[in-house]
């Protein structure tokens, strides 16, 4: 009932910029904690941003900390992911999630906190 809809991957060399953006509908579930993972071929599904309710708080992996911002519209129940200065190892499949429950995640980087998750949009960096 929930949908995630992810869009903005795309190839890009090294050194450039995508933003991603993740749009939820379905249900009332306007400002609730949102996020990204990753996921790369032959790797575990890793945390890459998270963002609390009203945006006030954003958590980053240390690989992307510093070349990436996540914000949220939460008037359009939507949250962003800028990343710049991309490298070959950022290249993965990214996963726009959604924490249902109101509390905050106990940890952000466990996929086990969030509750909804979108099909995916490739993002492919070239050296």
Do not use: H
């Given at each position: 009932?929930?949908?995630?809809?992810?869009?903005?991957?795309?190839?890009?060399?090294?050194?450039?910029?995508?933003?991603?953006?993740?749009?939820?509908?379905?249900?009332?579930?306007?400002?609730?904690?949102?996020?990204?993972?990753?996921?790369?071929?032959?790797?575990?599904?890793?945390?890459?941003?998270?963002?609390?309710?009203?945006?006030?708080?954003?958590?980053?992996?240390?690989?992307?900390?510093?070349?990436?911002?996540?914000?949220?519209?939460?008037?359009?129940?939507?949250?962003?992911?800028?990343?710049?200065?991309?490298?070959?190892?950022?290249?993965?499949?990214?996963?726009?999630?959604?924490r249902e429950r109101y509390s905050s995640p106990s940890n952000y980087y466990n996929p086990l906190d969030y509750d909804y998750w979108g099909q995916?949009?490739?993002?492919?960096?070239?050296?």
């Amino acid at each position: 009932q929930v949908q995630l809809v992810e869009s903005g991957g795309g190839l890009v060399q090294a050194g450039g910029s995508l933003r991603l953006s993740c749009a939820a509908s379905g249900r009332a579930v306007s400002s609730r904690t949102m996020g990204w993972f990753r996921q790369a071929p032959g790797k575990e599904r890793e945390f890459v941003a998270g963002i609390n309710r009203s945006g006030g708080s954003t958590y980053y992996t240390d690989s992307l900390k510093g070349r990436s911002t996540i914000s949220r519209d939460n008037a359009k129940n939507t949250v962003y992911l800028q990343m710049n200065s991309l490298k070959p190892e950022d290249t993965a499949v990214y996963y726009c999630v959604l924490r249902e429950r109101y509390s905050s995640p106990s940890n952000y980087y466990n996929p086990l906190d969030y509750d909804y998750w979108g099909q995916g949009t490739q993002v492919t960096v070239s050296s």
